[in-house]
């Protein structure tokens, strides 16, 4: 009986876990995986994951405790908050030097690894099908959207990947995140008017129209940019009305 049963256990090939083989280190990294850093900018000691590989819960002594990623060869990951694959998730498909600007520093707690293209099983209970897709693909279409209304640009990697995962895990509109982006420095910066851009406006316009730098006469129009909110074109339309354009003409 015994024999039977030693010949049965030697027959069963052994189950191999990512979680039961990861540790803190400084191992080899894979041809196609992500590797994953306890300091920011790929510093300090780090584990690594292949392509397809799931870690449902993090090791003794790593959760919460990843502040840089890099991506080896072809692969992406998703992380998520909780264990399990559950709670708020984040996708990942390029380096991230420091996981503190993604609202992500020390809050990684189960990380799906796939292949680029390869979306199944990056849900919650192994569910990421087209639906989701779909769903990403619209989050993406509303970010850039709200960009280039605006800020008047493409979003950057760590905006798009901000905003994508507000839309998909927090349930964000289009209008709230249009309101995030109004309350950033660079939209107020953008939009609060100074004495040096209405120089600056003006400036343009003379170039434009009259081919020529302004001079002491242009102060009206200045005030009119600041005081009236005038834009480049409005300047550029009551320089098509001077003497100077029309002898030009």
């Not at 300090?44 to 990843?66: E, H, S, T, V």
């Not at 919650?124 to 209304?149: C, K, L, M, S, T």
């Not at 507000?166 to 953008?190: H, K």
């Not at 200045?222 to 098509?240: C, N, P, S």
Request: proline content about 4%.
């Amino acid at each position: 009986m015994r024999k039977v049963l030693l010949l049965a256990l030697l027959a069963t090939p052994a189950i191999s876990s990512p979680a039961m083989a990861q540790r803190w280190g400084r191992e080899r990294f894979p041809r196609d995986g992500v590797c994953f850093f306890k300091d920011p900018n790929f510093k300090g000691d780090y584990f690594c994951l292949r392509a397809g590989d799931d870690l449902g819960q993090m090791p003794a002594g790593m959760n919460d405790k990843i502040s840089s990623i890099r991506i080896v060869g072809r692969a992406e990951v998703v992380v998520f908050k909780d264990i399990r694959f559950g709670g708020r998730s984040a996708r990942f498909d390029a380096d991230v030097r420091n996981l503190r600007q993604d609202g992500w520093d020390d809050m990684i707690s189960s990380i799906r690894v796939r292949e680029p293209g390869r979306r199944e099983g990056f849900g919650p209970g192994g569910g990421f099908g087209r639906g989701e897709a779909r769903r990403g693909e619209e989050a993406d279409r509303i970010v850039r959207r709200a960009y280039q209304d605006l800020l008047g640009r493409e979003p950057d990697d760590v905006g798009l990947r901000t905003y994508r995962s507000r839309i998909i895990d927090d349930g964000w509109s289009e209008a709230q995140v249009r309101d995030a982006i109004r309350n950033s420095s660079e939209f107020r910066d953008r939009n609060t008017m100074t004495a040096a851009k209405a120089e600056e406006t003006v400036r343009r316009a003379y170039l434009a129209v009259l081919k020529r730098e302004p001079d002491a006469g242009a102060r009206g129009f200045v005030e009119k940019v600041l005081r009236e909110h005038w834009t480049q074109e409005d300047v550029e339309r009551e320089l098509r009305k001077s003497p100077e354009y029309r002898r030009r003409g």
